[in-house]
């Protein structure tokens, strides 16, 4: 398991995902490890890499992009 997550799923919760194709998970990981990847996010908004996508549909209000990484 990942350092940054703080326990496994649960067998309900499991259950529930199967059953109704989604799942409320709580405290599974680490809010300071979210933090970094929010900061890696930003970065990557503010400098893509060459290989960058934009995946927004025509009229679309959000921001949706793919990069890659190699």
């Known amino acids: 398991m990942h350092k940054a997550v ?3 799923l649960t067998v309900e919760e499991i259950q529930t995902y199967r059953r ?3 799942v409320l998970v709580r405290e599974l990981v680490d809010p300071n490890w979210v933090g970094e990847l929010q900061e ?3 970065q990557n908004i503010v400098q893509p890499s060459t290989m960058v996508r934009d995946i927004n549909e025509s009229g679309s209000t959000g921001n949706f992009f793919g990069d890659t990484f190699v």
């Open 20 to 22: 109704d194709g989604v």
């Open 40 to 42: 890696l996010v930003d």
């Open 6 to 8: 703080k326990r496994a």
